[in-house]
């Protein structure tokens, strides 16, 4: 099915908004070209999305609590502790490297049309959320068989989902940018991510550091609160979650999108000079 790019170049802000939202059927082209070519010429194709979280659940399983011997939350099967982390783990950690390498993907489509650069990070994340989605029925199905099902706390599941999306656009569109000019940011990308995996409560419990000295600059970290929560969302009150650790990833991650939004904005006509 064809579509026909209907934005033109050097409008207002307000238009710009106004055409983010009428060529809103762009995005969803985006979107299921961004799926599409993910799962292409793949023996498993979607099955990697259980495959993955399965296989890295099962290794952490072993190195943190067989090995190293740290004591999970009380009462919870460690790995789904580990899986609830996890989950929403790759959701943002996924969505934040896709949305910073998205403009570079799509530079065959900056360099030859107009059209709102949001459009792409915004795509990416469709890649990422669809994952996620698989993740979560994953984790559900397994928490059934350790006849440990969802709390009511699943309810607030949501806020946590969006909160994730909103801290990966902040923190990934700033590094799309500067990925335009330099590119050895997409090298450092994922050593953010790989690092950022060890210093957030995924295969350990928040409670191994509550009261230490750090403990206050432990939760400035914005990803901190958002697993911790979703833990809390899908385990239960036995889950540890402190909500003082929300202020910090509220404030920075509505921060970061603000500034990152405005940053792209003045930056997206320049793009197609440094392609």
Not at 7 to 27: C, V
Not at 166 to 188: H, K, Y
Not at 243 to 250: A, E, F, G, K, V
Not at 253 to 272: D, G, H, P, Q, W
């Amino acid at each position: 099915m064809s579509y026909r790019i209907t934005i033109k170049a050097g409008g207002s802000e307000k238009d710009y908004w106004k055409d983010l939202w009428r060529n809103r059927q762009l995005l969803w082209i985006l979107a299921k070209r961004d799926i599409s070519v993910r799962y292409k010429q793949t023996l498993l194709g979607i099955a990697w999305s259980v495959i993955r979280p399965l296989m890295t659940m099962l290794v952490m399983a072993v190195v943190f609590s067989f090995i190293a011997r740290l004591p999970g939350d009380p009462g919870i099967p460690y790995p789904l502790m580990i899986l609830g982390g996890l989950t929403i783990w790759t959701f943002f950690s996924n969505a934040f490297g896709q949305v910073s390498n998205s403009v570079l993907i799509n530079s065959n489509l900056v360099s030859k049309v107009y059209f709102p650069r949001l459009f792409m990070p915004l795509s990416a994340v469709s890649v990422s959320f669809i994952d996620f989605l698989i993740s979560l029925v994953l984790f559900i199905c397994l928490s059934f068989y350790y006849n440990y099902p969802p709390s009511i706390n699943i309810i607030f599941l949501p806020f946590f989902i969006v909160l994730t999306f909103i801290t990966s656009m902040g923190f990934g569109l700033f590094f799309a940018v500067i990925n335009v000019r330099f590119r050895d940011i997409a090298q450092l990308v994922p050593f953010i991510i790989q690092v950022g995996m060890y210093i957030c409560p995924i295969a350990y419990s928040s409670r191994l550091v509550e009261g230490k000295w750090f403990y206050k600059f432990y939760i400035m970290n914005p990803v901190v609160g958002i697993v911790d929560g979703f833990k809390w969302c899908l385990l239960g009150d036995n889950a540890y979650f402190d909500p003082n650790s929300l202020y910090s990833t509220l404030i920075i991650s509505i921060l970061a999108l603000l500034l990152s939004v405005m940053y792209f904005r003045k930056k997206e006509n320049t793009f197609v000079d440094n392609i």
